[in-house]
C-alpha cells in the first residue's frame, strides 16, 4: 500500500477562508502532519454504492468508522483531535428504488447546530497520537435537534462530509491571537454518505452485513439469498451488559426491547447496525476541551474557525 497515494498533508488541504483563499503558513507543529485513511478499500466500496449513515433519535455509530493513522507531529508538542460534518450541497434527496438511485427532491432544509466531537483522549503527545490508529468509534449521528448529549446533529436525506481537524496546543499565552495557525484540517471524499433513518439501499445492507462484525448474525452460507428478499427484519440485541451475539426474528413473532429494533417498515431489508454490545463512556463532544483531572485545559472552541461548508475538496490519492 503507497503511503503517498493514500494519505493527505497539511499543505494539501490548508483550511479556507470565507473567501476560498488559503490562509498564511501553518506553525511548524502543523504543517508537516499527514494522515493516512484507515480501511480506505472498504470505504470506497460504500462510496461506489453510495454510503448510507443512520441517524437515530438515541444516536447510531457509524459504520466504517473514521478512522485515521497520522504521521508528522511533534512528539512532545500535544494536540487535540476533533471532527465535523459539513453538508456536501445545499439539496434533500430521496431515494428511486426503481432505479436504484438518488434523486434530489428539494432544497435543503435548514441547517441542523453545528458541533464538534473531540476526540475522548484529547489532548495528548504526538508522540501517543502516531504509535496507534486513532479511532472514532465514540461518535455517534442524530437527527434529534434537541439532542444534549453531544452527538452530531444532522439532516435525514441529505449527503454529507465528514472533516478531520488536528489542533496544535499552543501554550503561549496569546496562542488564541493565532488560532488559525495552530490548526490543520483533512477530508477525504470517499466518505462522504447520506444520512437516512433506514437504508434505502439493498447493496448498502447487504455490504454492512458482510463486513459489519456486530452484524454477523444476519450471514448467510449464500451471500445471493439477500437478492430479491422483501421481507423486512427485525434486530434482537440482549439487555446492556450482556456481550451475546445477534438475532433476528420474523417480524410476526414480536418485536424487540433493545435499541435495535425495526423503526420503520420498508421494503429492503432493514439492518440497523451496531447493538450496543460494548458500552463506551460518554462521548466527549461540544465547545471545551477538558483534561482527564477535569481541569480546564481551552476555553470554547469558538475561535478556530472552520469552513462550515464545502470549499476545500481535497483527494486521499
Known amino acids: 500500500m503507497n503511503g503517498l497515494e493514500l494519505s493527505q498533508s497539511c499543505e494539501l488541504l490548508q483550511c479556507c477562508t470565507d473567501g476560498g483563499s488559503l490562509l498564511s503558513i501553518k506553525a511548524p507543529q502543523v504543517s508537516g502532519v499527514r494522515v493516512q485513511l484507515e480501511m480506505q478499500a472498504l470505504w470506497q466500496?460504500?462510496?461506489?454504492?453510495?454510503?448510507?449513515?443512520?441517524?437515530?433519535?438515541?444516536?447510531?455509530?457509524?459504520?466504517?468508522?473514521?478512522?485515521?493513522?497520522?504521521?508528522?507531529?511533534?512528539?512532545?508538542?500535544?494536540?487535540?483531535?476533533?471532527?465535523?460534518?459539513?453538508?456536501?450541497?445545499?439539496?434533500?434527496?430521496?431515494?428511486?428504488?426503481?432505479?436504484?438511485?438518488?434523486?434530489?427532491?428539494?432544497?435543503?432544509?435548514?441547517?441542523?447546530?453545528?458541533?464538534?466531537?473531540?476526540?475522548?483522549?484529547?489532548?495528548?503527545?504526538?508522540?501517543?497520537?502516531m504509535k496507534q490508529t486513532v479511532s472514532f468509534d465514540t461518535l455517534k449521528l442524530t437527527n434529534n435537534l434537541l439532542d444534549d448529549n453531544g452527538h452530531m446533529i444532522l439532516n435525514s436525506m441529505h449527503r454529507y462530509q465528514p472533516r478531520f481537524h488536528v489542533v496544535y496546543v499552543d501554550p503561549a499565552p496569546n496562542s488564541h491571537l493565532n488560532a488559525?495557525?495552530?490548526?490543520?484540517?483533512?477530508?477525504?471524499?470517499?466518505?462522504?454518505?447520506?444520512?437516512?433513518?433506514?437504508?434505502?439501499?439493498?447493496?448498502?445492507?447487504?455490504?454492512?452485513?458482510?463486513?459489519?462484525?456486530?452484524?454477523?448474525?444476519?450471514?448467510?452460507?449464500?451471500?445471493?439469498?439477500?437478492?430479491?428478499?422483501?421481507?423486512?427484519?427485525?434486530?434482537?440485541?440482549?439487555?446492556?451488559g450482556r456481550a451475546e451475539g445477534l438475532s433476528t426474528k420474523p417480524k410476526e413473532q414480536g418485536s424487540c426491547s433493545s435499541k435495535t429494533s425495526l423503526r420503520q417498515k420498508s421494503s429492503v431489508p432493514v439492518l440497523e447496525e451496531e447493538c450496543e454490545l460494548f458500552h463506551h463512556g460518554k462521548d466527549s463532544a461540544g465547545l471545551a476541551v477538558e483534561r482527564k483531572d477535569e481541569s480546564s485545559l481551552i476555553t470554547p472552541a469558538s475561535f478556530l474557525h472552520f469552513p462550515s461548508y464545502w470549499d476545500c475538496a481535497g483527494s486521499s490519492h
Not at 508538542?77 to 426503481?98: G, Q, S, T
Not at 434523486?103 to 508522540?127: I, K, T
Request: hydrophobic share 35%; with cysteine; aromatic share 14%.
Open 45 to 129: 466500496q460504500f462510496d461506489q454504492l453510495g454510503t448510507e449513515m443512520i441517524v437515530t433519535k438515541s444516536g447510531r455509530r457509524m459504520f466504517p468508522t473514521f478512522q485515521v493513522r497520522i504521521s508528522g507531529m511533534d512528539p512532545a508538542a500535544e494536540y487535540v483531535l476533533l471532527m465535523d460534518f459539513i453538508p456536501v450541497d445545499d439539496k434533500r434527496y430521496r431515494y428511486a428504488f426503481h432505479s436504484s438511485s438518488w434523486l434530489v427532491a428539494g432544497r435543503a432544509d435548514v441547517a441542523a447546530p453545528s458541533r464538534m466531537h473531540f476526540h475522548p483522549d484529547s489532548p495528548a503527545p504526538g508522540a501517543q497520537w
Open 180 to 240: 488559525y495557525k495552530n490548526f490543520c484540517s483533512f477530508s477525504f471524499p470517499e466518505t462522504r454518505f447520506m444520512a437516512v433513518t433506514a437504508y434505502q439501499n439493498h447493496r448498502i445492507t447487504q455490504l454492512k452485513i458482510a463486513s459489519n462484525p456486530f452484524a454477523k448474525g444476519f450471514r448467510t452460507t449464500d451471500p445471493q439469498g439477500w437478492e430479491g428478499n422483501t421481507s423486512p427484519l427485525v434486530v434482537c440485541c440482549p439487555p446492556e
